[in-house]
């Protein structure tokens, strides 16, 4: 079993297609969508969870790629500006995910970015503004 | 037992023991405190919380021809300053906005920019749009100035804090069914998360709880550079209930503090914004308690388990003026990530930075000890808790109108 959560950016000519549909039926890999939007340049962005026996999951993200979906791993996409951050911990309660926790030693934040869900609930809370979204 | 004259001469001498607010704490539970009163010289505190009544003036300089500033008006990088002053002084304040911020039009508001963050950008040595109308005098016949300046062609530039480095502060939560935006921050429905915001057992009036050292001429570590203990702070409240080890339950002293803003590090001051409340500005203060004798070593000693704080609601207490607390927790508590109230668990959030505020406290402790910083005798004291010098709430009248 594979599980990994990835960010897909849908070009214009797909927003209306069933694709994810698709890797349920074709490639019998199990999905859980943490987000999805249509930007005002009508490209379409979904964060989802794929999970799925290792070549099924192969299979399905080449299935993505030769649609033109353009893929990249959600580790990427909240981004923590180092020089900005005061490790103050406002955060902390507000994260759903324990991606961000206080070290007990140093009461440092940090910041964990598998366990990231890119919920953003972080971004705008934070005094320094110290969390960024980069897609 | 120890004199400051008598501990400034071991600091010209590199001969000074100082150690943390923090290390205090061990070294007097391991050796006692009659040892460690007689070893350690100085203690260094720190703070690194967001504080809205800071500020600083600048003298910008006069133009040819002059303006008068004075009564005119003047934006620093579209954040208007207050111009109540002679020709070419200005005060901008922390928490200013530009005049077409949306503030709270789209709820929550962003407050991205605001004065602190200009000041953030004038200690970091960054050009700024300094724009200015007059009505114009016979003496100062400019109406209007459109220039950039930068922090170092600046007369004067000082940091003026009317209040900084609370005693104490609440435990913020809402008991509400609707998340709300305060300046503790973001508190989720239903006891969804407890902020606080204070260093604790770092924290300097924490630390000398009677303001037996602390004064006014203190000098202190602000925001990067040297200031001073201008006076006691706007809203200080020091008759309020104290616990046994003379620490007060409840926000009470406060400082004002004043430093020349062209010696500080944007390290140290930190341009933020408040989601749905508004722009504020970070504060580094660091204060060296010296070790007089047993009882200020006692008292510096005190750790987070023996600080307590209350537990307050921001969704109908607070902004109602309605007392009452939910019950209180010390800082130990609040620093494992949870505590309990009304018998859940819930979250807790800092908005103050600890691990900052103990590199502050190293940061002062190395001035000291490398003969760069030395103490300061206080030219007059903190009004203190017997003083009878209370925090007043406003008593509104009715303001009668004149017949025509």
Redesign the interface.
Known sequence: MVSKRIVLHFPHRLVNQPIVFKLVKEYDLQFNILKAFVTPEEEGLMVLELSGKRDNFDKGVEYLKSCGVKMQPLSQDVVRNEEKC?????????CPTEAL??DKE???VKFDNKKCIACELCV??C???AMEVHF | MKTIKEINDKIKKGEVVVVTAEEVIDLVQKKGVKKVAQEVDVVTCGT???MCSSGAYFNVGHSKPRIKIGGGTCKLNDVPCYTGFAAVDIYLGATALPDDDPRNKVY?G?F?YGGAHVIQELVSGKDIRLEATAYGTDCYPRRKLDTLINIKDMNEAVLFNIRNSYQNYNVAVNLSDKPIYTYM??L?PNL????YCSAGQLSPLLKDPHYRTIGIGTKIFLGGGIGYVAWHGTQHNPSLPRKENGIPQAPAGTVAVIGDLKQMNKDWL??????GYGA?L?VGIGLPIPVLDEDVLRRAAVGDKDIYAQVVDYSVNYPNCVPGSLGEVNYAEL?S?KIIIRERE???????????A?EICEELKSWIKKGDFTLSEPVAPLPKADSGYSFKMLKERPVLKKEE
């Open positions: 005061t490790n103050c911990g406002v955060c902390v309660p507000i926790v206080v140093t009461r440092k705008k809370i005094p320094p503004r | 690194f919380g967001p929550p962003e991205k921050g973001m989720k969804g998360n407890a902020n930190v341009g933020t914004s408040m989601l504020t970070i620093k990530g819930v979250l807790t959030g800092n908005l103050s930075s600890y691990s900052k103990r």
